[in-house]
């Protein structure tokens, strides 16, 4: 069984300003199969976090700048903007949904705790959502490591429509199956098997457990 290939979806790293990266603050771009555009990344985290988000089909985009809001800091009023909007699609006749999200490290979050504190409240009052996201959430495996490995197939075009069609064909009347098992029936090869059932995760119509790391034996099923 041939061993998952990473294709990098950040662009590498530059320099704004004149300074210099580091693990605190640096710029990349990360490359977004759901609609094309290069999101910007600020920090070690942003990226990692952008893996997560892109392996979900519910995610219709990645607003890099979302609507700020005012709160008040104790001293003054100041104005917050999230790292992200994440754009949710709706349900069927429905409108998308907007979910603002920060990512910071364990000790970020713990250091300013009565800020954050009074950032959530603003957002409350105003009828918004704001999640916050650390390094425990977004580095946890082997959920990352598969959330890259759907990515590196995910995006419209990408597979071969024939390759696509052979994978239906041959689960079809399965609710529950595995990679091993389709290459099986003979209609394609791992390769071509690993490409279409993945990008076909990408898109929402099969998933997989993403609590082990993803292989010709891992339980793939049909999302009703």
Same mark, same amino acid.
């Given at each position: 069984m041939p061993s998952a290939m990473f294709v990098p979806a950040v662009v590498k790293a530059t320099c704004r300003n004149g300074t210099p990266p580091s693990r605190i603050s640096h710029y990349g771009w990360f490359s977004s199969h759901k609609d094309g555009s290069m999101i910007p990344? %600020?920090?070690?985290?942003a990226a990692p976090f952008l893996e997560l988000v892109h392996m979900q089909p519910e995610i219709r985009r990645v607003d890099p700048e979302p609507e700020p809001i005012l709160f008040w800091s104790g001293k003054g009023w100041e104005r917050y903007r999230a790292m992200y909007g994440i754009v949710r699609k709706g349900r069927r006749g $429905?409108?998308?949904r907007t979910v603002d999200v920060e990512v910071l490290t364990d000790l970020e979050l713990a250091r300013d705790k009565a800020k954050w504190k009074r950032i959530r409240q603003a957002y409350r009052q105003d009828n918004r959502t704001l999640l916050i996201f650390t390094n425990h959430a977004i580095l946890s495996e082997p959920r990352l490591t598969n959330a890259m490995i759907v990515n590196t197939q995910a995006g419209s075009g990408l597979i071969p429509r024939a390759d696509i069609e052979a994978v239906l064909t041959a689960?079809?009347? &399965?609710?529950? /199956?595995?990679?091993?098992?389709?290459? $099986? %029936?003979?209609?394609? &090869?791992?390769e071509q $098997?690993?490409?279409?059932v993945l990008n076909m995760? $990408?898109?929402?119509? /099969? &998933? /997989?457990?993403?609590d082990r790391l993803f292989d010709g034996d891992t339980p793939v099923s049909r999302r009703r």
């Amino acid at each position: 069984m041939p061993s998952a290939m990473f294709v990098p979806a950040v662009v590498k790293a530059t320099c704004r300003n004149g300074t210099p990266p580091s693990r605190i603050s640096h710029y990349g771009w990360f490359s977004s199969h759901k609609d094309g555009s290069m999101i910007p990344t %600020k920090g070690t985290l942003a990226a990692p976090f952008l893996e997560l988000v892109h392996m979900q089909p519910e995610i219709r985009r990645v607003d890099p700048e979302p609507e700020p809001i005012l709160f008040w800091s104790g001293k003054g009023w100041e104005r917050y903007r999230a790292m992200y909007g994440i754009v949710r699609k709706g349900r069927r006749g $429905a409108v998308d949904r907007t979910v603002d999200v920060e990512v910071l490290t364990d000790l970020e979050l713990a250091r300013d705790k009565a800020k954050w504190k009074r950032i959530r409240q603003a957002y409350r009052q105003d009828n918004r959502t704001l999640l916050i996201f650390t390094n425990h959430a977004i580095l946890s495996e082997p959920r990352l490591t598969n959330a890259m490995i759907v990515n590196t197939q995910a995006g419209s075009g990408l597979i071969p429509r024939a390759d696509i069609e052979a994978v239906l064909t041959a689960t079809q009347g &399965s609710l529950t /199956f595995t990679l091993n098992e389709v290459v $099986a %029936k003979g209609v394609l &090869s791992y390769e071509q $098997a690993y490409g279409a059932v993945l990008n076909m995760v $990408a898109s929402g119509e /099969f &998933s /997989f457990a993403t609590d082990r790391l993803f292989d010709g034996d891992t339980p793939v099923s049909r999302r009703r």
